[in-house]
């Protein structure tokens, strides 16, 4: 018989385990931030069946679990592509060539904001401040890997670099 936890493996299981063991004993849910991203880097994306897993996991409710994910915008609800790039268009990088460098990704990809490429590579989000105003024009590719002074000579690197 299986349970709900079968979803994720048990390396994730592991992982959570070791980010559960940093909160007091009675406060397992204090780990869910970082129990989504496991879960995320684990799935791609999170559905309501993962979240609901994490959750159950953690000895909270579902839609505890949900209300953060929904939360955040590094949380996926829907699946992405295989490169999530997220461009900061929050007043000081838009200043500073953050609205360009989006333009120029768009036009490159033949996508919008919140969508998608045919082949499924990539996946263009508009972000808010990633706290390096001073890098700007600022991406994040797949929430973990900050590119600073995001020109369209680097976004072109960073494109073929994806390919």
Same mark, same amino acid.
């Given at each position: 018989?299986?349970?709900?936890?079968?979803?994720?493996?048990?390396?994730?299981?592991?992982?959570?385990?070791?980010?559960?063991?940093?909160?007091?004993?009675?406060?397992?849910? #204090?780990?869910?931030?970082? $129990?989504?991203?496991?879960?995320?880097?684990?799935? +791609?994306?999170?559905?309501? &069946? %993962?979240? /609901?897993?994490?959750?159950?996991?953690?000895?909270?409710?579902?839609?505890?679990?949900?209300?953060?994910?929904?939360?955040?915008?590094?949380?996926?609800?829907?699946?992405?592509?295989?490169?999530?790039?997220?461009?900061?268009?929050?007043?000081?990088?838009?200043? #500073?060539?953050?609205?360009? $460098?989006?333009?120029?990704?768009?036009?490159?990809? +033949?996508?919008?904001?919140? &969508? %998608?490429? /045919?082949?499924?590579?990539?996946?263009?989000?508009?972000?808010?401040?990633?706290?390096?105003?001073?890098?700007?024009?600022?991406?994040?590719?797949?929430?973990?890997?900050?590119?600073?002074?995001?020109?369209?000579?680097?976004?072109?690197?960073?494109?073929?670099?994806?390919?």
């Amino acid at each position: 018989m299986t349970n709900q936890y079968d979803m994720l493996s048990s390396e994730a299981l592991a992982k959570i385990d070791r980010e559960v063991a940093k909160y007091p004993a009675d406060q397992k849910q #204090s780990a869910v931030m970082a $129990a989504l991203v496991i879960a995320q880097d684990e799935k +791609g994306w999170l559905s309501k &069946e %993962t979240i /609901a897993a994490v959750a159950g996991y953690l000895g909270m409710a579902p839609i505890a679990a949900y209300e953060v994910a929904s939360f955040y915008n590094m949380y996926d609800l829907k699946p992405v592509g295989k490169y999530k790039l997220t461009v900061c268009t929050n007043l000081p990088c838009a200043l #500073s060539g953050g609205v360009h $460098a989006a333009d120029y990704v768009k036009e490159k990809l +033949g996508i919008d904001f919140n &969508e %998608t490429t /045919a082949d499924g590579r990539f996946t263009l989000k508009e972000g808010e401040c990633m706290g390096a105003c001073g890098d700007a024009p600022v991406m994040l590719v797949n929430n973990k890997r900050m590119c600073s002074f995001m020109l369209p000579e680097q976004i072109d690197k960073l494109l073929a670099e994806c390919k």
